[in-house]
C-alpha cells in the first residue's frame, strides 16, 4: 500500500495510553472516595462504639511483597521487549502472571483469616464497620488486579504470536504501567489501611 | 431560476389558502367550540375535553402554517430583493416587550405575593438577624438582576443586525474586567462576612438557662417530649421503641414489657421455623386449589398472594427470612439487656417525661430543640421560627432558639383568628411526608404552659397504667397526624 | 507505518462493511453517535418534561379527578387521583432524567462528541469502539430507568438524591424496593458511560487537535466541554463509590449509611455506627460538580453562538477559560452547602459557605463578558442565538439566589424550600436546557445537513421562554413564604391556600411550555427530511466544523485536514470586508477564496492528483458517489 500524498497530524500521544492514565486517574477517584469515607466515618462511628481497630490478616502483608516482586518482573518484561528480547519478555510476562495469581491466592488467604477472625463484610457485630470498609476496598482492588492479569495474559499471548517487539510496544507499555499502578495502589492501600486500623 | 420561480408561486398558492382556511376557520372552531360547552366558572384542566384539545391542535398548526408562509415570504424576499418582515427587528421588539411586561411582572409579584412573605415580623430572636441579612442580600441580588436583565434586553434591542454597520471588533478590555471582578468580590466578601457571623450567632450562641425539649420524627408524624418535675430528659435507645414506649425512653417497666413482648414473637417465630416444612405443604395445597377452581383468574390478586408465599416456600426465602427476623429480635434483646445491666443509663429521670403531641413554648424563653429521627431522615422546618434542622436517625441534631411573639399576636398581625405555627417536614421521607406537621403554639407566660403541662400525662403515671400520652388538647389539625401512625 | 496511516486503515476497512447496523445503529463515527446521544436525549427529555406536568396537575388541582391520569397510569391514579407514592416517584424519576438523561448526556453527550473532533480538526475521537459503547451504556441505561418507571411497586421514589435510610430500607417505602434498585442499576450502567465519554473527551482534546490548533486557539465550547469532562471524570467515581456502599446495604446488610432504625411493621434494625450524613458527603461532591457539568457545556455552546450571532468578538477569551477553570476547580470543594442543615459541624459550614460565595465571581465575570460580547455588537436573531440570549438571562436570574443559598444563615430557612426549586430550575434547568436548544438550532445543519426552520424556532424560544419565567419565577415567592418542596398537596395547611392561584398559573404555564416543545419537536423532525439543504457554512461562523462538506462523511474531511491559522472568534476585523475571518484561512488568501464552492472543490482536484489513494478514501468515494 503506498502512502497517501498528506498526512493527517500524528497525535503526540498514543490515544490508548492516554485513555489509560485517564482511567487510572478516575479509578483513583473511586479509591479516594471510599478511603475518605473511611477516614470520615472512622471518628463518627468511633464515638457510638460502633468501630473496632484490627490487626490486618498477615496474608495482606504477603500480597504485598508480592506484588512489589510482580513490579520489579512486570518492569523486565518491559524492558527485555524494548531491547527484543524475545524469548526473556515471554518468561517475564509468564513469571508476572504467575505472580498476580499468587497475589489473589494471597487475598484470598487473607480474607479467610478475616472471616475466622468473625470480621466478615456484613457486619456480625455492630463494631466491625471498620471490616466492611476493609473488605469493599481490598475487594475494588481484587477486580481492578483482575483486569491486570487479563491484560497480562493478554500480552502474553500476543508476545508468542511475535507481536510484542520494539516497535510494537503499545499493548506491552500499557500492561506495564497499569501493573505498576494496581501494585502502587495496593501499597498505599495497605499502609493506610495498616495505619488507619 | 423561472423553474424556481414557478414552484415557489405554485406552492404559495396552495399554501395560502391553507393559510386563509385556517385563520378563518380557527377562530370560527373556538367559537362555536365555546358554544358547545358551557364555560368553565374557574378554569380547570379536568374540564379540558376534545374540543379545547382540538383547539390547542389547531393554533399549533396555525402557527405552523404561519412559520411556512413566512418561509415563502422570505424566499420571495430573496427573489424580489424587498424586505416584508425584518424577523430580526420584529425579535428584537418582541424582546424590548417582554422586558417591560416581566420587570412589570416582578413588581406586581413583589407587591402581590409580598405580604405572604416570611419577612419581618419573625417570631423569633434569631429570625430578625436573619431578616436584616436577607434584605441586604435582596438589595444586592435585585440591583444586579434589574440592571443586567435591562441591558441584556436593551442591547438586544439597540444592536440588532443592520447590514451598514460592522460589530466593534472589541476583544478584551483588562481595566474593565478587574473592575469586574473585583466589585463582585468585595460586596460578596461583605456578605460573606455578614453570613458568617450571623451563622455563627444562630449555631452556636447556646443560653446556659435554655430549656431542653426533645422533637421526635417518624413515618409520618411528630412527637414531643418535655421533661417532668426533675427537669431533666431520661435517656432513650432506638432498642427500647415498643407501642407503648414510641419514643424509646428508659424506663425499666416499658422495656420489661418489651422483653416479655419480643421473647414471645421469638417464641412465635421459632414455632413458625419449626413447622416450616408443613407451612410449604399449606401453601401448595392453597395454591393448587386455586388453580384447578380456577379462583386464580376470578380473584387475581389473592392468588398473587398465595403465589408469591407458595414461592417463597418452596425457594427457601420464607425460612431465611424467620431465621433473619429471629436472629434480629434476639440481637435487640442482647442489647436491651446490656443496656439494662448500666444503672446509670437507666436512672429513672424518664418516668416522669411527658410525651406530647403539640409544641407549647413560652415567649422570650430560650430553647433547644432536640432532634431524633426514629427510622428516615426527616427535616424539622418552622418557617415562622426561621428554624431548620435535620432529623437524622442515628445522629442527634439540635436547634437554639427563642420565640418572640405568642400565637395571638402573630393572629392579630396576621388578621387571621386561625392561624397556628406549625412544624413541617421538610425532608422527603415516605408518602404521606406532605401531611407530616405539629402544631406549635406560643403563649405570653409560665403560668399558661404550666397549666397545659400539668394536663400532659408523664410517661409512668403512678396512678395511670403505662400508656401512649393521650393528647388531651386534642384539636383538629393535629389529630390528622395521628391516624396514619399506628405505632404498634 | 505511522499511527495516522494505521488510523486511516482502520476506517478503511469499516468502511468496507458499512451496513445499516454499523452506519446506524453500532457506528463509531463520531457524528453518529452524537445525533444518538441527541435523539435519545430529546424522547427522555419528553419523558421527564410529560412526568413534570403529571405531578404538576396533581399540584394545582389537588381535589380534581383527572380521569386521563387513571387511563395512563392505571393503579398509581385510581379514580385519576395520583397517588402520594407515585408522585414521590415522578418527582425522583423526573429530576434523575432531567440531570443525567437529559442534560449531562443529552447535552455534553451529543455535543461534545459533534463537536469535539469537528472543531478541533480530527478525524474521529481517540477511540471510537469506546465512543459507541459509550452510547450503548447510556442507552442500556435509559432503558433500565424507563423499565423501572414501570415495576409493580413503582420507581424509585426517595427524590433525586435517593438520600438513605429512605432509599436503604425496602420497607421504609414502596419505591425503595425494586425501582430503587433498577435506579441503582441504570446509574451504575450511567456512570460507566459517563467515564467512557469523557476519558475520550479529554484524551482528544489533549491529543488529537490539528496543526496549529494550539490550546489558546480553541473554542470556547472545546475548552468547557474540556473541563466538564475532568469535573465528570474525577467526580462520578467518587459516585459510584457511594451507590456501591448503598448496593451493599441494601442487599448485603452492611451498615455504611444505617443506624440506630426503627422501623414500622419490622422493629428495631441490627445496624448501628453507619452515617446516613456519608452518603450525603460522597453524593454532594459529585453532585455539585454534576452542577457544572450540566451547565458549562451550555455556556460554552453560548459563547460560541453569541460570538458567532453577534459578528464580534466573545469579550474576554482568556477570562472566559479562567473562570471555567475557576469554577471546575472551585465546584470540587463546596459541596458542604447543600448540607448546611444536616447538623453538620458549624465551623466546617463557614468554611463552605465562604468557598460557595468565592464561585459567584467567576460566574460574574462569565455573565458581564456575555453582556459586553453583545455591546455594539451586530446582532443576528437567529434562534440559537435568541436560545444563547434566554440562557444569559436565566443564568443571572438564576444565578443571582444561588448567592442566598450558598449562605448558610439564609440556607436555614430556604433549604428545601420552594425557593431552591426556582433557583436551580433557572439556572442549571432552563439555562441549561436552553443552551442545549441553542446548540441543536446553530449545528443542525451541520448534523443534517438541513436547516431548521427560523419561524418556528421563534415560536418555540419566545413561548418557552415567557412560560419558563412564569413557571419558575413565582416559585421564588411560594420558598420565602416557606412552602416547603416535594409535597404532594398543599390544601391540607391553610397558610398554603393563597399559593394555590400560583400554582395553577405555574401548571397553566407548564402546559403552554409543553406545547410549545411540539413545536420543536415538529421542526426537528420534520427538517431532518424535508428541511431546506444548508449551505456550507450558513452562519458564516470562524470555526473549523464548517470547513467539512455539508454530507457528512466518516473521517469529517473529504481531504487534508485543514491548519488553524487564528484564534476561533475573528469576527468584523477592521482590516477585512467580511464580517468573518475563517481559523482555517491563511492570512495571505484573499476575500474571494472564503467563498463555500472553493473550499468544496478543492479536494475533487486533490483527488485527480492522487493517483494511489488510500483506501479509506476511494471507500468514501464509493459510499458518496465523490468520484
Redesign the interface.
Known amino acids: ?16 495510553k ?2 489509560l492514565w ?2 487510572m ?3 483513583s ?2 479509591f ?3 478511603v475518605s ?1 473511611f477516614i ?2 472512622r471518628p ?2 468511633e464515638g ?4 473496632t481497630a484490627f490487626d490486618l490478616p498477615i496474608f495482606f502483608l504477603y500480597s504485598t511483597i508480592i506484588v512489589l516482586l510482580s513490579s520489579i518482573t512486570a518492569f523486565y518484561a518491559y524492558k527485555s521487549a524494548k531491547n527484543d528480547e524475545l524469548s526473556q519478555n515471554k518468561t517475564w510476562l509468564l513469571v508476572t502472571t504467575v505472580l498476580g495469581t499468587l497475589f489473589c491466592v494471597s487475598q484470598y488467604l487473607g480474607w479467610q483469616q478475616m472471616v475466622r477472625l468473625e470480621l466478615t ?3 456480625a457485630r ?2 466491625d ?1 471498620s471490616a ?1 470498609y476493609v473488605w ?1 476496598i481490598t475487594m ?1 482492588h481484587f477486580i481492578h488486579i483482575l483486569g491486570g492479569i487479563g491484560l497480562l495474559i493478554g500480552t502474553w499471548i500476543q508476545a508468542i504470536r511475535l507481536n510484542v517487539h520494539k516497535k510494537s510496544m503499545t499493548l506491552m507499555s500499557i500492561t506495564h504501567t497499569y501493573w505498576h499502578f494496581v501494585g502502587l495502589l495496593w501499597i498505599f492501600l495497605y499502609l493506610f489501611l495498616y495505619f488507619a486500623q | 431560476m423561472k423553474f424556481n420561480t414557478l414552484r415557489v408561486l405554485n406552492n404559495s398558492l396552495i399554501k395560502k389558502t391553507l393559510v386563509l382556511l385556517f385563520t378563518v376557520l380557527t377562530p370560527l372552531f373556538a367559537l362555536a367550540a365555546s358554544d358547545v360547552i358551557e364555560p368553565p366558572k374557574e378554569f380547570s384542566i379536568s374540564n379540558f375535553d376534545w374540543v379545547s384539545i382540538f383547539t390547542v391542535v389547531l393554533i399549533l398548526l396555525m402557527i405552523l402554517v404561519i412559520a411556512r408562509a413566512f418561509d415563502i415570504g422570505s424566499l420571495t424576499e430573496k427573489l424580489t430583493g424587498k424586505t416584508i418582515v425584518s424577523w430580526n427587528n420584529v425579535n428584537a421588539y418582541v424582546g424590548i416587550i417582554v422586558l417591560i411586561l416581566g420587570m412589570i411582572g416582578v413588581w406586581y409579584e413583589l407587591n402581590y405575593h409580598g405580604k405572604y412573605l416570611k419577612l419581618g415580623n419573625s417570631a423569633s430572636e434569631h429570625g430578625s438577624t436573619y431578616d436584616s441579612m436577607f434584605y441586604w442580600t435582596f438589595g444586592f441580588t435585585f440591583f444586579v438582576f434589574v440592571v443586567t436583565e435591562v441591558l441584556l434586553f436593551y442591547f438586544m434591542f439597540k444592536y440588532r443586525y443592520n447590514e451598514n454597520r460592522k460589530a466593534l471588533y472589541y476583544f478584551h478590555n483588562n481595566k474593565l474586567e478587574v473592575i469586574w471582578t473585583i466589585v463582585p468580590t468585595i460586596v460578596l466578601t461583605f456578605l460573606v462576612l455578614r453570613g458568617f457571623n450571623t451563622w455563627s450567632k444562630i449555631t452556636t450562641d447556646i443560653p446556659k438557662d435554655s430549656q431542653e425539649i426533645e422533637v421526635f420524627a417518624y413515618q409520618f408524624g411528630w412527637k414531643a417530649r418535655y421533661a417532668g418535675e426533675d427537669k431533666e430528659l431520661g435517656n432513650t435507645n432506638f432498642n427500647f421503641i415498643s407501642g407503648t414506649n414510641p419514643l424509646g425512653v428508659a424506663e425499666d417497666g416499658a422495656i420489661k414489657e418489651l422483653i416479655v413482648e419480643l421473647e414471645g414473637e421469638v417464641a412465635k417465630l421459632k414455632v413458625k421455623q419449626a413447622t416450616a416444612a408443613d407451612s410449604i405443604k399449606v401453601w401448595k395445597a392453597k395454591y393448587d386449589r386455586m388453580v384447578s377452581t380456577g379462583l386464580n383468574r376470578t380473584y387475581p390478586e389473592d392468588f398473587k398472594a398465595v403465589k408469591d408465599q407458595y414461592n417463597d416456600a418452596i425457594s427457601g426465602a420464607y425460612e431465611r427470612q424467620l431465621e433473619k427476623d429471629i436472629k434480629r429480635k434476639k440481637t435487640a434483646l442482647s442489647r436491651i439487656a446490656e443496656y439494662r445491666k448500666d444503672k446509670d443509663f437507666f436512672n429513672g429521670k424518664a418516668s416522669d417525661d411527658k410525651i406530647t403531641t403539640e409544641l407549647v413554648l413560652v415567649k422570650n424563653k430560650p430553647y433547644v430543640f432536640k432532634f431524633r429521627a426514629r427510622d428516615v431522615i426527616h427535616s424539622a422546618y418552622m418557617p415562622d421560627f426561621r428554624v431548620q434542622m435535620n432529623c437524622v436517625p442515628g445522629m442527634p441534631t439540635q436547634f437554639a432558639f427563642t420565640p418572640t411573639m405568642t400565637t395571638e399576636q402573630a393572629r392579630e398581625i396576621k388578621g387571621n383568628k386561625e392561624f397556628d405555627y406549625y412544624l413541617y417536614c421538610n425532608k422527603i421521607c415516605g408518602g404521606a411526608h406532605y401531611n407530616m406537621k405539629i402544631k406549635v403554639t406560643v403563649v405570653e407566660s409560665e403560668a399558661e404552659y404550666l397549666t397545659w403541662l400539668a394536663t400532659q400525662a408523664p410517661f409512668v403515671a403512678p396512678a395511670l397504667p403505662a400508656a401512649p400520652a393521650t393528647p388531651s388538647t386534642t384539636d383538629s389539625a393535629t389529630t390528622t397526624t395521628t391516624p396514619t401512625v399506628a405505632l404498634k | 507505518m505511522s499511527t495516522a496511516a494505521l488510523h486511516v486503515d482502520h476506517h478503511a476497512d469499516h468502511h468496507h462493511k458499512e451496513s445499516f447496523i454499523s452506519k446506524y445503529v453500532f457506528s463509531m463515527d463520531h457524528k453518529m453517535i452524537s445525533k444518538q446521544f441527541l435523539i435519545t436525549g430529546i424522547v427522555m427529555g419528553m419523558v421527564g418534561m410529560i412526568m413534570s406536568l403529571l405531578f404538576r396537575l396533581q399540584l394545582a388541582w389537588p381535589d380534581e379527578q383527572f380521569g386521563i391520569l387513571e387511563t395512563l397510569l392505571g393503579k398509581w391514579a385510581v379514580d385519576g387521583k395520583l397517588d402520594p407514592n407515585f408522585y414521590m416517584g415522578l418527582v425522583t424519576i423526573h429530576g434523575t432524567i432531567m440531570v443525567f438523561y437529559v442534560l449531562t448526556a443529552g447535552l455534553s453527550g451529543t455535543f461534545s462528541n459533534l463537536l469535539i473532533p469537528l472543531q478541533l480538526g480530527a478525524r474521529d475521537m481517540a477511540s471510537p469502539m469506546m465512543n459507541m459503547l459509550s452510547y450503548w451504556f447510556f442507552f442500556a441505561s435509559s432503558v433500565v430507568l424507563l423499565i423501572s418507571v414501570g415495576v409493580e411497586t413503582g420507581p424509585a421514589s426517595g427524590g433525586w438524591t435517593v438520600y438513605p435510610p429512605l432509599s436503604a430500607l425496602e420497607k421504609a417505602m414502596p419505591g425503595s424496593g425494586l425501582g430503587m434498585t433498577l435506579w441503582l442499576t441504570a446509574i451504575a450502567l450511567f456512570i460507566v458511560s459517563s467515564l467512557l465519554g469523557g476519558i475520550n473527551y479529554i484524551s482528544t482534546v489533549l491529543n488529537m487537535r490539528t496543526k496549529g490548533m494550539s490550546m489558546n486557539r480553541m473554542p470556547l465550547t472545546i475548552w468547557a466541554f474540556f473541563f466538564t469532562a475532568i469535573l465528570g471524570l474525577l467526580s462520578f467515581p467518587v459516585l459510584l463509590g457511594a451507590a456501591l456502599f448503598l448496593i451493599f446495604d441494601r442487599s448485603f446488610g452492611t451498615s455504611f449509611y444505617l443506624s440506630d432504625i426503627y422501623l414500622e411493621g419490622v422493629g428495631a434494625l441490627e445496624n448501628i455506627g453507619g452515617s446516613p450524613v456519608l452518603y450525603q458527603h460522597l453524593f454532594w461532591f459529585l453532585g455539585h460538580p454534576e452542577v457544572y457539568i450540566i451547565l458549562m457545556p451550555a455556556l460554552g455552546i453560548t459563547s460560541e453562538v453569541i460570538s458567532t450571532n453577534a459578528r464580534k468578538p466573545i469579550f474576554g477569551y482568556t477570562a472566559m477559560i479562567i473562570s471555567l477553570m475557576g469554577i471546575s476547580f472551585l465546584s470540587f470543594i463546596v459541596w458542604g452547602h447543600h448540607m448546611f442543615i444536616t447538623g453538620m459541624n458549624p465551623f466546617l459550614g463557614s468554611v463552605f459557605m465562604i468557598l460557595t460565595l468565592i464561585i459567584a465571581v467567576p460566574s460574574a465575570v462569565k455573565a458581564f463578558n456575555y453582556l459586553t460580547t453583545l455591546w455594539k455588537g451586530n446582532l443576528r436573531f437567529n434562534p440559537a442565538m435568541l436560545f444563547s440570549i434566554g440562557l444569559v438571562s436565566f443564568f443571572i436570574s438564576g444565578g443571582l439566589t444561588g448567592i442566598y443559598l450558598g449562605n448558610a444563615a439564609l440556607d436555614i430557612q430556604l433549604h428545601d424550600s420552594y425557593f431552591v426549586v426556582a433557583h436551580f430550575h433557572l439556572v442549571m434547568g432552563s439555562a441549561a436546557i436552553f443552551g442545549m436548544f441553542a446548540g441543536i438550532y446553530h449545528w443542525f445543519p451541520k448534523m443534517y445537513g438541513r436547516m431548521m426552520n427560523k419561524t418556528l424556532g421563534y415560536f418555540h424560544f419566545w413561548l418557552t421562554f415567557i412560560t419558563a419565567y412564569l413557571v419558575f419565577f413565582p416559585m421564588h415567592f411560594m420558598g420565602l413564604a416557606g412552602v416547603p418542596r416535594r409535597y404532594y398537596q398543599f390544601t391540607l395547611v391553610k397558610e398554603f391556600d393563597v399559593w394555590m392561584d400560583v400554582n395553577k398559573l405555574i401548571t397553566v404555564s407548564a402546559i403552554v411550555a409543553g406545547f410549545a416543545q411540539l413545536l420543536f419537536l415538529w421542526n426537528f423532525f420534520y427538517s431532518i427530511f424535508k428541511g431546506k439543504k444548508s449551505e456550507q457554512n450558513p452562519w458564516q461562523a470562524n470555526t473549523l466544523e464548517w470547513s467539512t462538506p455539508v454530507e457528512r462523511i466518516h473521517g469529517n474531511w473529504p481531504g487534508e485536514i485543514p491548519t488553524v491559522y487564528r484564534g476561533p472568534y475573528e469576527y468584523s476585523r477592521p482590516d477585512r470586508e467580511e464580517d468573518f475571518f475563517p481559523q482555517y484561512i491563511p492570512d495571505e488568501s484573499a476575500p474571494e477564496v472564503l467563498q463555500p464552492e472553493e473550499t468544496q472543490k478543492a479536494p475533487s482536484e486533490k483527488e485527480e492528483e492522487t493517483v494511489e489513494t488510500s483506501v479509506f478514501f476511494a471507500a468514501i468515494k464509493r459510499v458518496f458517489g465523490l468520484s
Open positions: 500500500m503506498k502512502a497517501v500524498k498528506y498526512k493527517d497530524p500524528k497525535p503526540a500521544v498514543v490515544p490508548a492516554l485513555n485517564l482511567f486517574l478516575a479509578s477517584m473511586l479516594a472516595a471510599t469515607a470520615v466515618h463518627d462511628a457510638r462504639g460502633a468501630w463484610f456484613v457486619n455492630p463494631e464497620i466492611s469493599v475494588l
